[in-house]
């Protein structure tokens, strides 16, 4: 409640005039609430000199982080070595199989021993395979030191006979290192010569096709991978 300054009478607070006498009470001040500035200067934080940046903290424990790294690889590595392999060779169905002068080797049933000749290798023996591919086989003593020697003498005779070099490489058979050399030959044809080196011995695989396909196909893969030295 307050009271009139003229006439004592009281009032309301927010009465306007006092009711007795008419006089106008002024109006209340009313205070500004003060908003807050988003523009306004802020107190700048100085980080401690002595308090170390991300940069630093990298650098003190890249020790660390490394390790974490490397067992991570590690990790990554062993579940892929672990996982599930692939199969890719495939197998010899109803396979035959040949051994002889301590070698060995399956062939498919579908292959047929056939006659041949070979005036340098008076043992080689001939099989007729798939999509009319002709095989020969034969076992020599050499005195080839190394996988290195032998494609160069297969080099060597391509370019004499004009033979053009389509594939040379060295493969694993029995756990040796051996080369595979594919020949395409100045009439089109596809001659592959699979020649494994042990203890003093060559043995040798010449494969001829008409076409690439039928020299390096999943059924020759796997006589090759069957073959074992004793």
Same mark, same amino acid.
């Given at each position: 409640?307050?009271?009139?300054?003229?006439?004592?009478?009281?009032?309301?607070?927010?009465?306007?005039?006092?009711?007795?006498?008419?006089?106008?009470?002024?109006?209340?001040?009313?205070?500004?609430?003060?908003?807050?500035?988003?523009?306004?200067?802020?107190?700048?934080?100085?980080?401690?000199?002595?308090?170390?940046?991300?940069?630093?903290?990298?650098?003190?424990?890249?020790?660390?982080?490394?390790?974490?790294?490397?067992?991570?690889?590690?990790?990554?590595?062993?579940?892929?070595?672990?996982?599930?392999?692939?199969?890719?060779?495939?197998?010899?169905?109803?396979?035959?199989?040949?051994?002889?002068?301590?070698?060995? /080797?399956?062939?498919?049933?579908?292959? @047929?021993? =056939?006659?041949?000749?070979? #005036?340098?290798?008076?043992?080689? !023996?001939?099989? %007729?395979?798939?999509?009319?591919?002709?095989?020969?086989?034969?076992?020599?003593?050499?005195?080839?030191?190394?996988?290195?020697?032998?494609?160069?003498?297969?080099?060597?005779?391509?370019?004499?006979?004009?033979?053009?070099?389509?594939?040379?490489?060295?493969?694993?058979?029995?756990?040796?290192?051996?080369?595979?050399?594919?020949?395409?030959?100045?009439?089109?044809?596809?001659?592959?010569?699979?020649?494994?080196?042990?203890?003093?011995?060559?043995?040798?695989?010449? /494969?001829?096709?008409?076409?690439?396909? @039928?020299? =390096?196909?999943?059924?020759? #893969?796997?006589?090759?991978?069957? !073959?074992?030295? %004793?």
């Amino acid at each position: 409640m307050k009271k009139c300054p003229e006439c004592g009478n009281p009032s309301y607070d927010g009465a306007p005039v006092c009711g007795n006498c008419g006089y106008k009470f002024p109006k209340p001040k009313v205070k500004a609430i003060r908003e807050e500035d988003i523009f306004e200067d802020r107190p700048i934080i100085n980080k401690n000199g002595n308090e170390p940046s991300t940069l630093q903290i990298l650098k003190d424990n890249k020790l660390v982080i490394g390790a974490i790294l490397l067992i991570t690889i590690i990790v990554i590595g062993i579940i892929i070595a672990t996982g599930p392999a692939t199969e890719t060779s495939t197998s010899i169905d109803g396979a035959q199989k040949y051994s002889n002068a301590g070698v060995s /080797f399956s062939y498919p049933s579908g292959w @047929s021993e =056939t006659n041949g000749s070979d #005036e340098l290798h008076e043992d080689a !023996i001939f099989f %007729e395979g798939s999509n009319g591919t002709f095989i020969e086989y034969y076992t020599v003593s050499s005195e080839f030191s190394s996988i290195y020697e032998i494609n160069s003498q297969r080099i060597s005779s391509a370019q004499e006979n004009g033979d053009y070099i389509n594939t040379i490489q060295t493969i694993q058979l029995d756990g040796k290192n051996t080369s595979d050399v594919v020949l395409e030959n100045y009439d089109g044809s596809f001659t592959r010569y699979v020649s494994l080196l042990s203890d003093g011995n060559l043995y040798v695989f010449k /494969f001829n096709g008409n076409t690439l396909d @039928s020299v =390096t196909s999943n059924e020759t #893969e796997s006589v090759l991978q069957s !073959i074992h030295i %004793e």
